[in-house]
């Protein structure tokens, strides 16, 4: 009896360091103990591992820890694409190992041993897409071209020369340090990818988000089928109303349902959490791409639009502050030999707040949710009009 809830712990531990590595940061989790686990896990756990390592092994092995992760975070690497392949070879695997069996079921057909397949290889193709094709890198060659496609908004992009490249920085470009090269509508470093996403790739990578969400729904959507399949053949449900007398209701049932899944059928359980888990991470960052993709905006521009919108509006408060102290100073002169307000009247009346300048994010990229789409789809570098831009 015990097996099951260690199962039930193990997975709930699980999932919550999962959520907690992955989403900590996200504003919806400030103050609360998911971005305390967060910043544990992200920066405290290191901290205490390399003081715990220099007091035990003395300063080399410290060196030797700083040098690893100098490695692991600094330069181009393959460990998280390892990952990526073993967490999905791992996981098809196990769905083989223990699950294949049960299909054809009774509510899932036999095509689905062979869509799975077709899943899993069309998910892999998306990820070497992403991972190994250019994603805009520019050049002597070709950052003029780029300089006229994407003109300077002046506001969070202007013209700079980038000090490694010694080429003039497009708009929207930015220099990756981790693979040392200016890249055009750069969005972000993905150490999943070991590459970064930019103007070139970014398609690959929304395709690949989205398509390992659909896997993740599909695969703990199949699962549960199976296990209601299990429930229908074996009348799970009959043997416990008709020979056990439980009671024929949900609240009855459920737990003796669920004690009798997870001792048959944790692994289909386990996986199907995981995958769920998975799949809501997934769905999360496929709906923030969407909304990037469908605005014409990068995550490394959504990140300066933050730093501009929070410094403009504490310049517009500020002044309006001023303008409000200087008008009160004005008004007190003029009111000085007034009678004072009675004091039910400053009660009722509303101290006014000096109105505050709205601040607006003017984006020029952003040309309609269609073109916007695609832009990314078939990126103005590989449009005829593109290498016409040279000659202008
Ligand atoms: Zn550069
Ligand atoms: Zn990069």
């Known amino acids: 009896m015990e097996v099951p809830w260690l199962l039930v712990a193990h997975g709930s531990v699980t999932a919550l360091v999962v959520v907690s590595f992955l989403c900590g940061q996200w504003p919806i989790f400030e103050g609360t103990f998911i971005q305390s686990i967060n910043h544990f896990l992200t920066f405290g756990a290191y901290h205490y ?18 040098g690893v992760e100098q490695y692991c975070c600094d330069r181009p690497n393959p460990i998280l694409q390892v990952f990526y392949v073993a967490i999905i070879g791992v996981t098809y695997f196990m769905i083989v190992q223990t699950s294949f069996e049960y299909i054809p079921g009774y509510y899932v057909s036999g095509w689905h041993r062979y869509l799975s397949i077709v899943a899993v290889a069309v998910g892999a193709i998306l990820f070497v897409l992403t991972s190994f094709s250019d994603p805009g890198t520019v050049t002597a060659e070709n950052f003029s071209q780029y300089v006229s496609a994407y003109p300077y908004d002046n506001i969070i992009f202007v013209e700079k020369e980038c000090s490694t490249c010694k080429i003039t920085r497009p708009a929207r470009a930015k220099h990756c340090r981790i693979c040392d090269k200016c890249v055009a509508r750069f969005d972000h470093h993905c150490g999943w990818m070991n590459n970064c996403i930019g103007e070139k790739n970014t398609r690959y990578f929304v395709a690949f988000l989205v398509w390992h969400f659909l896997i993740c729904v599909y695969g703990a959507l199949v699962l549960g089928f199976i296990l209601a399949g299990e429930l229908k053949e074996r009348k799970v449900i009959y043997i416990l109303t008709a020979y056990y007398g439980i009671e024929n209701s949900f609240l009855g049932l459920f737990p003796h349902v669920a004690q009798w899944l997870l001792a048959v059928h944790n692994t289909q359980i386990l996986l199907s959490v995981f995958l769920a888990i998975l799949a809501l991470l997934l ?110």
């Open 49 to 66: 591992l390399l003081r715990f390592v220099q007091a035990v092994c003395g300063t080399g092995a410290r060196d030797l820890v700083l």
């Open 283 to 392: 769905g999360g960052f496929c709906a923030y791409h969407a909304h990037l993709c469908l605005t014409n905006t990068t995550t490394n521009e959504s990140f300066k639009w933050q730093d501009y919108i929070m410094w403009m509006k504490k310049e517009n408060e500020a002044k309006a502050n001023a303008a409000a102290l200087k008008a009160s100073m004005g008004s007190s002169n003029s009111e000085a030999h007034k009678a004072p307000p009675s004091k039910w009247r400053s009660f009722f009346v509303r101290s006014r707040r000096p109105s505050v300048e709205p601040v607006v994010k003017n984006n020029i990229y952003d040309r309609g949710m269609i073109r916007n789409m695609c832009e990314v789809i078939v990126p103005l570098s590989e449009r005829k009009s593109f290498s016409r831009r040279k000659s202008d």
